[in-house]
Structures are given as structure tokens and as C-alpha cells.
């Protein structure tokens, strides 16, 4: 059974930083893109970054580029999102999820259940 | 970027009856490289259809998708009490992958 387990979330002040962690089982993770996406409470879904298999294709929304950081350890089947610079319009539930595909183009087929990051002073 | 519309914002409907929901792009989603998702309050969101019109596994055959280039449609044949919920659409056929702002089925 496929799993994505996020951890990490918590309060933090702005223009602090956070890491989110996502463990990943019940697939081979080194055979699949990854991605990160956010949802703002009680608002719709946005994209915010995505890493290939092996790390080579890395990308972020405009609204986060420069300041979060995503990536994997294959070896943990982990993945990562590093988020520095925090602003209140990042506060959001942060999803897992694994892209369908190897290619460049893909759906989410599976969905962790989320890590709430609030930030507030 | 492709901005995806959908409607209507809330429907309210009965068990058994059928629903019809759609996503409008402004741009043509190349290859139908579009997805409908449902999200239950307090839940992840779930993979329903891909490739505009493929059911997940496990999605019952009550639902269907349908549509191309900038027009697609969710239908949901016959209304069950767990059908209600959000549903999103997405596209992944260009750059940024973008979402709609999403369809609440309601009973009525």
C-alpha cells in the first residue's frame, strides 16, 4: 500500500524557516517524480514545487521560487522541503504527492495527508 | 499560464440525481492532460480521472469525464451520499501544472 507521511509543520514567526519531511512506502521511490502542493484554509489547491526521480529536474511556483528549496534522499525514501524567508501568505497545508509518471508530465496519483505551517507573530 | 475556471461554485443536488460539473481553460490543455480530483473535508485530496476521461483505480463507474482542447466536464451519473465533497480540476500539460478553484457538491 502506497504511503506518504509528512512531518515538520508547526508555528513559526515571519521571516523564519521550516523543514518538511514526506516518508515515503509501499512503491519504489527512486521511480517517481515527487512533488509538493499547498492549500491555504479554506482555499483551493496550488502547486508549489516538484523533483524528478533521481533529482536532475527541480521546480518551483513563482510564488516560492528563491525562497523554498525541495529534494530527496532515495536511500531514505524521503522528501524534502526546505522553506526559509516564511511569509503569513505561506501559511497552508502542505501535501505530498507523488507524480503518476517518469515523464515530465504527470497527475498526482497519491496524496499524503498534510502538515499544517502557520505563520504568525 | 492556464488559468482553469470552474462551475458551478457550489451545486446542491439530491442522492440519485446527476451532476454535471465543468472546467474551462484559457488556454487548450495539450493532450487532454487533465485531472479531476475530490477532496473530502479534513481529508487529501484523491485522484478520480486523468487523461480527462480514465477513472483511478477504485473510482466506481458512476463517474466520467469527458472533453478536450479547453472545455471538460465531471459527471456523476447517479448520486451516492459519499459523493459529496470538492472536486478539482487539473491540468499538467504545460507549465506551471495549475488547479481550478474547485466545485463544492452539496446535498440539497
Known amino acids: 500500500e502506497v504511503q506518504l507521511v509528512e512531518s515538520g509543520g508547526g508555528l513559526v514567526k515571519p521571516g523564519g524557516s521550516l523543514r518538511l519531511s514526506c516518508a515515503a512506502s509501499g512503491f519504489t521511490f527512486t521511480n517517481y517524480n515527487m512533488n509538493w502542493v499547498r492549500q491555504a484554509p479554506g482555499k483551493g489547491l496550488e502547486w508549489v514545487s516538484s523533483i524528478s526521480s533521481s533529482s536532475s529536474y527541480i521546480y518551483y511556483a513563482d510564488s516560492v521560487k528563491g525562497r523554498f528549496t525541495i529534494s530527496r534522499d532515495n536511500a531514505k525514501n524521503s522528501l524534502y522541503l526546505q522553506m526559509n524567508s516564511l511569509r503569513a501568505e505561506d501559511r497552508a497545508v502542505y501535501y505530498c504527492?507523488?507524480?503518476?509518471?517518469?515523464?515530465?508530465?504527470?497527475?498526482?496519483?497519491?496524496w499524503g495527508q498534510g502538515t499544517l505551517v502557520t505563520v504568525s507573530s | 499560464e492556464i488559468v482553469l475556471t470552474q462551475s458551478p461554485g457550489t451545486l446542491s443536488l439530491s442522492p440519485g440525481e446527476r451532476a454535471t460539473l465543468s472546467c474551462r481553460a484559457s488556454?487548450?490543455?495539450?493532450?487532454?492532460?487533465l485531472a479531476w480530483y475530490q477532496q473530502k473535508s479534513g481529508q487529501a485530496p484523491r485522484l478520480f480521472i486523468y487523461?480527462?476521461?480514465s477513472r483511478a483505480t477504485g473510482i466506481p463507474d458512476r463517474f466520467s469525464g469527458s472533453g478536450s482542447g479547453t472545455d471538460f466536464t465531471l459527471t456523476i451519473s447517479r448520486l451516492e451520499p459519499e459523493d459529496f465533497a470538492v472536486y478539482y480540476c487539473q491540468q499538467y500539460g504545460s507549465s506551471p501544472q495549475t488547479f481550478g478553484q474547485g466545485t463544492k457538491l452539496e446535498i440539497k
Open positions: 488556454q487548450s490543455v495539450s493532450s487532454s492532460y
Open positions: 487523461g480527462a476521461s
Open positions: 504527492a507523488r507524480g503518476a509518471y517518469s515523464s515530465s508530465l504527470y497527475h498526482f496519483d497519491y
